[in-house]
């Protein structure tokens, strides 16, 4: 019987025949993905961790944080800062870049993560997920700050995500296509389950929070009727639709069986980008679309092109099948472009 193949002899591999990984890195995604473990222990006691309901405190978006956001955010930092590969850190959960504590060595790379996403989804035991990426520090100070972390999506050499569902499953990219693993549990050990993932060509279904119908710009309402319309309207099948509220969930359906994920701005607050954010949501999920095969953009351009501008900023979100992420970003620039004639 072929054995499957544990992550370490994975990685090790991997730097041996294609040298697109160094040690540095390669121990990097090893200790993340032990965070990524111990994060999906606490989530799996539930109530009996304790573990479950909200803190007093807001994080830097004005968000109340569960106690399982600190948590993953404490696991995170615990497992990566004293391994000598990373100049710094930044997380949804902490306003600021951390910086390695000065006892420990300093190694070339940043690590970006959202600890917990669809953390709401949490007291109802929906799934929810870690997102992280890397990218290289390319100053010649060894101090990093807020502008250090401020690189486009392309940059980035690595990004992942690890899905705590049914089972807990992660999906890696070193920009030579995504690998998919699941942890075996009894064995405390992630096992690579697929090679090459790639996103259906053919899609009928779509993630999009529908209750904010009413706020949309004219090119969302235009690309969703169409969908609706179903088989008598332009696409010619039948949609369905499918909003579990936890990115790294609906990303991962889409990954898995084809669709598309869309958080557009809309009219509430004009002045918002939108409502994920750029750095530790949309680039990583992006570099993972991409490699798999699909299209990611931000209604306007490609979502890895764009030029950070702060840690923190937010950005509309189209990521999925190709020919229906073409087909709404081209509505978005025509209808951009009438309003800038
Ligand atoms: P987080 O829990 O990290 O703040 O992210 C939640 C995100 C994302 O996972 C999800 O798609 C979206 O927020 C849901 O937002 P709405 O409740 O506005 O639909
Ligand atoms: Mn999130
Ligand atoms: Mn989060």
Not at 61 to 74: A, F, M, P, T, Y
Not at 155 to 178: C, E, F, I, N, R
Not at 223 to 243: C, D, I
Request: charged share 25%.
């Amino acid at each position: 019987m072929q054995s499957r193949v544990p992550l370490t002899r994975y990685l090790i591999e991997k730097q041996r025949k294609q040298q697109c990984i160094d040690d540095d890195l390669r121990l990097l995604i090893e200790v993340v993905a032990r965070a990524c473990k111990a994060i999906s222990a606490y989530v799996s006691k539930g109530e009996l961790g304790n573990i479950l309901g909200s803190t007093n405190s807001t994080n830097v978006q004005g968000e109340v944080q569960k106690k399982l956001d600190i948590l993953s955010n404490e696991i995170l930092l615990d497992a990566t800062e004293w391994g000598g590969h990373l100049a710094g850190l930044a997380s949804e959960e902490m306003e600021k870049p951390y910086s390695i504590p000065k006892e420990y060595p300093r190694g070339k790379y940043l690590l970006l993560f959202d600890p917990l996403d669809g953390s709401s989804n949490i007291d109802v035991n929906i799934s929810v997920g870690t997102i992280f990426s890397v990218l290289q520090h390319t100053g010649d100070n060894q101090e990093v700050d807020e502008g250090s972390f401020l690189q486009p999506g392309y940059k980035q050499v690595m990004a992942g995500y690890t899905l705590y569902g049914p089972s807990t499953q992660m999906m890696l990219t070193l920009g030579d296509g995504v690998d998919a693993f699941t942890l075996h549990k009894e064995h405390g050990t992630f096992m690579l389950t697929e090679r090459g993932v790639k996103i259906p060509e053919e899609t009928q279904e779509y993630a999009i929070n529908m209750s904010y119908q009413r706020h949309w710009y004219p090119p969302m309402t235009r690309y969703v009727q169409e969908l609706l319309a179903g088989e008598t309207g332009p696409r010619g099948k039948n949609f369905n639709m499918r909003w579990v509220a936890s990115m790294v969930a609906d990303v991962h359906r889409l990954l898995t069986r084809g669709g598309v994920f869309i958080y557009p701005r809309d009219q509430r607050d004009p002045s918002a980008k939108g409502r994920l954010r750029l750095m530790y949501e949309a680039n990583p999920m992006s570099f993972i679309v991409e490699q798999a095969g699909g299209m990611s953009t931000n209604g306007l351009q490609r979502m890895m092109d764009i030029q950070p501008e702060e840690l923190h900023e937010r950005v509309a979100v189209f990521m999925g099948s190709k020919k229906e992420i073409e087909v709404v970003t081209r509505y978005h620039q025509e209808y951009a472009a009438q309003q800038s004639d």
